[in-house]
T-cell receptor, first 115, second 116 residues
Framework: NAGVTQTPKFQVLKTGQSMTLQCAQD?????MYWYRQDPGMGLRLIYYSASEGTTDKGEVPNGYNVSRLNKREFSLRLESAAPSQTSVYFC??????????????FGPGTRLTVL | AQSVTQLDSHVSVSEGTPVLLRCNYS??????LFWYVQHPNKGLQLLLK??????LVKGINGFEAEFKKSETSFHLTKPSAHMSDAAEYFC??????????????FGSGTRLQVQP
């Protein structure tokens, strides 16, 4: 099992460029999540998908869109990148959202710099 | 609304000495609590979790945490630090925000440094 995988690992963009971050999980989990991590702060939820075919906004969704392509894959798109989106992005998945013992499994992250 | 406060942004200990990383939380309902560890340039790994069973929770690599409802605390401890424990540690609270949906709130993290 690879767990949660993310591509790319690193990316540098210019302001206004677009890109898509890819995430896949092989644990047959129902729910998937996108977070961003900024210095001195914990992770903040951008978007999540409770199950295949559904997506919902998290705490900081502005400037992002997502697609739950199938049960395995959940992509995050930046349509017009801004320097404020410079961050480390983590994808996560979990089996039983809504259950008290539900654990999220995290990918290795994508380090994005917007110039 | 739920929140998490990690009381120390940096903790430095000597190898072989005890580790204490402090976490206080607030929650409207009965929360679940987690500690995650993040080694440099890596993703987050679950250390342990509290889900309303035993208040003293044992995790991986010798870590444990005690849930104290009266103090709204969930401090992480380890009797003897190892060099490989140097990492960033996140306290996380999970609370139900609506039927079938729980939200995670992360603390800002504590960077643990282990001196030889």
């Amino acid at each position: 099992n690879a767990g949660v995988t993310q591509t790319p690992k690193f990316q540098v963009l210019k302001t206004g460029q677009s890109m898509t971050l890819q995430c896949a999980q092989d644990m047959n989990h129902n729910s998937m999540y996108w977070y961003r991590q900024d210095p001195g702060m914990g992770l903040r939820l951008i978007y999540y998908s409770a199950s295949e075919g559904t997506t919902d906004k998290g705490e900081v969704p502005n400037g992002y869109n997502v697609s739950r392509l199938n049960k395995r894959e959940f992509s995050l798109r930046l349509e017009s990148a801004a320097p404020s989106q410079t961050s480390v992005y983590f994808c996560a998945s979990s089996r039983r959202p809504g259950q008290v013992d539900d654990e999220q499994f995290f990918g290795p992250g994508t380090r994005l710099t917007v110039l | 609304a739920q929140s998490v406060t990690q009381l120390d942004s940096h903790v430095s200990v000597s190898e072989g000495t005890p580790v204490l990383l402090r976490c206080n939380y607030s929650s409207s309902y009965s929360p679940s609590l987690f500690w995650y560890v993040q080694h440099p340039n890596k993703g987050l790994q679950l250390l342990l979790k509290y889900t309303s069973a035993a208040t003293l929770v044992k995790g991986i690599n010798g870590f444990e945490a005690e849930f104290k409802k009266s103090e709204t605390s969930f401090h992480l401890t380890k009797p003897s630090a190892h060099m490989s424990d140097a990492a960033e540690y996140f306290c996380v609270v999970s609370d139900q925000i609506r039927t079938g949906r729980r939200a995670l709130t992360f603390g800002s993290g504590t960077r643990l440094q282990v001196q030889p």
